[in-house]
T-cell receptor, first 109, second 114 residues
């Protein structure tokens, strides 16, 4: 079966750095997406990785290792507004998105 | 601004009473998706359309149906809602169905079943 694993919840301090990990086992691979979802709202796109390595976009970076079936999302200079769930999703060989359940990130002052 | 619009944002229905959720998009995207998301769970794909080509996920209950009368609109019909169908229903669109195609989500419709 296809599976996406990410921690259920993480806590971090305002101004700090946090890394949210995602491991996956899917039938084929056509890229990995990270989405941010605030409570009661729709997911919004953060990043897309299809090649190994680090993609940086402002305070957010995303890393991919296809050989390890592993990605992480790195958030720097955390702000209170970053409190949200972060969903990892992998596009499989049929171009279907397989979603993780999300990591709820709690930011404390 | 180009966007994905869902109406209503909140829908209350009674057990067994049919309900229709609507989605429209001004992005002119070819692909439209319907997801069901329950609290603290991953979004679950119910249907997707590539243009007018309808794709039903294998485990989508028969209680759910969908229509896409034109490029801009898509509807989700729940024929006989049960208590287990209470969830957030998300509509999303993408330019294409292949790699590199991020999905753009509407604000969702939260369905309550009494």
């Amino acid at each position: 079966g296809q599976n996406i694993d990410q921690p259920t919840e993480m806590t971090a301090t305002e101004g700090a750095i946090v890394q949210i990990n995602c491991t996956y086992q899917t039938s084929g691979f056509n890229g990995l997406f990270w989405y941010q979802q605030h409570a009661g709202e729709a997911p919004t796109f953060l990043s897309y990785n299809v090649l190994d390595g680090l993609e940086e976009k402002g305070r957010f970076s995303s890393f991919l290792s296809r050989s390890k079936g592993y990605s992480y999302l790195l958030l720097k200079e955390l702000q209170m507004k970053d409190s949200a769930s972060y969903l990892c999703a992998v596009m499989d060989s049929n171009y279907q998105l397989i979603w993780g359940a999300g990591t709820k990130l709690i930011i404390k002052p | 601004d180009a966007m994905v619009i869902q109406n209503p944002r909140y829908q209350v229905t009674q057990f067994g009473k049919p309900v229709t959720l609507s989605c429209s998009q001004t992005l002119n995207h070819n692909v439209m998706y319907w997801y069901q998301q329950k609290s603290s769970q991953a979004p679950k794909l119910l249907f997707h359309y590539y243009d007018k080509d309808f794709n039903n996920e294998a485990d989508t209950p028969d209680n759910f149906q969908s229509r896409r009368p034109n490029t801009s609109f898509c509807f989700l019909d729940i024929r006989s809602p049960g208590l287990g169908d209470a969830a957030m229903y998300l509509c999303a669109t993408s330019t294409g169905a292949g790699a590199y195609n991020e999905q753009f989500f509407g604000p969702g419709t939260r369905l309550t079943v009494l």
